[in-house]
T-cell receptor, first 112, second 113 residues
Framework: DAKTTQPTSMDCAEGRAANLPCNHS???????VYWYRQIHSQGPQYIIHGLKNNETNEMASLIITEDRKSSTLILPHATLRDTAVYYC?????????????FGQGTELSVKP | DAGITQSPRHKVTETGTPVTLRCHQTENHRYMYWYRQDPGHGLRLIHY???????DKGEVSDGYSVSRSKTEDFLLTLESATSSQTSVYFCAIISSTMNTEAFFGQGTRLTVV
């Protein structure tokens, strides 16, 4: 399974962009990059995913490098409610399904 | 929440007793997962299922078994609970499309005393 590495923690000022990096240097060609976040003790929540092109939705943008070995999740205008643990995951496909293996994630603190 | 329900939400049990946690879904999703979450370890995959009676081990499967006799239910059993299995357990589903996101349940807090 491809592994991901993320910084343990980051701070961001409210209203500024939060840029969360992820390294996935062993990613395979058919594996997608997914981002989730977990607020307090709730179940993780899907944010965005991509294969090779940059993606944007109402929550965030995902920038994947051309060699696909790393990506960055961008929260364009962070709010206090974006304080959470953010997980970068590479989707492994087996048996027409797949595992979701989570790393340690990045604890993002958005400060006033 | 993709129609996911975990039960019970909280449970306290004694060491050595069997415990079964249930994950129930109402939308006929094929793939279901059980995770545990402990401080300092993030989410760790215990077992997963890709269909009725089709299951496989995850990262931390020792001491756990699962069963999926119906599409809608994925059961996690601790045959003989130990204090090291005190944790928060999350169930997740993914629909059949390869690149579809996962949805998680609200979690079950299990304490083994």
């Amino acid at each position: 399974d491809a592994k991901t590495t993320q910084p343990t923690s980051m701070d961001c000022a409210e209203g500024r962009a939060a840029n969360l990096p992820c390294n996935h240097s062993t990613i395979s060609g058919n594996e997608y990059v997914y981002w989730y976040r977990q607020i307090h003790s709730q179940g993780p929540q899907y944010i965005i995913h991509g294969l090779k092109n940059n993606e944007t939705n109402e929550m965030a943008s995902l920038i994947i490098t051309e060699d696909r070995k790393s990506s960055t999740l961008i929260l364009p205008h962070a709010t206090l409610r974006d304080t959470a643990v953010y997980y970068c995951i590479v989707r492994v496909v087996e048996n027409q399904g797949g595992k979701l293996i989570f790393g340690q994630g990045t604890e993002l603190s958005v400060k006033p | 929440d993709a129609g996911i329900t975990q039960s019970p939400r909280h449970k306290v049990t004694e060491t050595g007793t069997p415990v079964t946690l249930r994950c129930h879904q109402t939308e006929n999703h094929r793939y279901m997962y059980w995770y545990r979450q402990d401080p300092g370890h993030g989410l760790r995959l215990i077992h997963y299922s890709y269909g009725v009676k089709d299951t496989d081990k995850g990262e931390v499967s020792d001491g756990y078994s699962v069963s999926r006799s119906k599409t809608e239910d994925f059961l996690l059993t601790l045959e003989s609970a130990t204090s090291s299995q005190t944790s928060v357990y999350f169930c997740a589903i993914i629909s059949s499309t390869m690149n579809t996101e996962a949805f998680f349940g609200q979690g079950t807090r299990l304490t083994v005393v």
